[in-house]
């Protein structure tokens, strides 16, 4: 596609509930990031994934966050039992390469998730 | 650990005058730095990068930034602002080398005033 897309565009749920959110990034790009827009935390990062390797985990904030990128293109982000402070906009990024070496991350329109 | 610092939360400048949004950074090594744009109910737009080579780099429109190494800052800058600059800038940096994550700066809000 031309851009990554994300969806659902907002999402509204309730305290305890699952969600998932869904990214598509650019065709080709190998490389692609899950972030997070806070008012509290500003912008962090939750994931990354690069071809094949074993994803870097480290940015997510606990075991209630998982995410899967399945056959190297579209990625779901998960999180379980959501939290009031789970509310934020998630954005996914995608690079054309990764794994060592630098590229312009692209970023999507991003995914509102408000807990109630 | 690597951090970006943007001092200015807001920004205010007169249309047709020249623009600067300030970042400076902290990243061991050579850092790669960022510079994307958030309009509202948007996503990020990539801007300009540095990665080596000339200090001075140019991007869309007409933004260009300067890495200045000793000062460890990355400022935006931009000769004459229009009204439709007026936005959320943030700045970013990566260490790059199986260490991909960006990582960004509080971000300053840039008002272009007529």
């Known amino acids: 596609g031309a851009g990554v897309s994300q969806s659902p565009s907002n999402k509204v749920t309730e305290k305890g509930k699952d969600v998932e959110l869904r990214c598509d990034p650019i065709s080709g790009h190998t490389a692609l990031y899950w972030y997070r827009q806070s008012l509290g935390q500003g912008l962090e990062f939750l994931i990354y994934?690069?071809?094949?390797?074993?994803?870097?985990k480290s940015g997510l904030p606990s075991d209630r966050f998982s995410a899967e990128r399945t056959g190297g293109s579209v990625s779901t982000l998960t999180i379980q039992r959501t939290q009031q402070e789970d509310s934020a906009v998630y954005l996914c990024?995608?690079?054309?390469?990764?794994?060592?070496?630098?590229?312009?991350?692209?970023f999507g329109p991003g995914t509102r998730l408000t807990v109630l | 650990a690597q951090s970006v610092a943007q001092p200015e939360d807001q920004v205010n400048v007169a249309e047709g005058n020249p623009l600067t949004v300030k970042c400076t950074y902290s990243v061991s090594g050579n850092p790669y730095l960022f510079w994307y744009v958030q309009y509202p109910n948007r996503g990020l737009q990539f801007l300009l990068k540095?990665?080596?080579?000339?200090?001075l780099v140019k991007g869309s429109y007409g933004f260009e930034a300067e890495f200045n190494k000793s000062q460890t800052s990355f400022h935006l800058k931009k000769p004459s602002a229009l009204v439709s600059d007026s936005a959320l800038y943030f700045c970013a940096c990566q260490r790059g080398f199986g260490n991909e994550k960006l990582t960004f700066g509080t971000g300053t809000r840039l008002t272009i005033i007529p």
């Open positions: 990024a995608s690079s054309l390469v990764g794994g060592g070496l630098t590229d312009t991350q692209y």
């Open positions: 994934f690069q071809g094949n390797s074993a994803p870097d």
């Open positions: 540095y990665i080596t080579g000339d200090n």
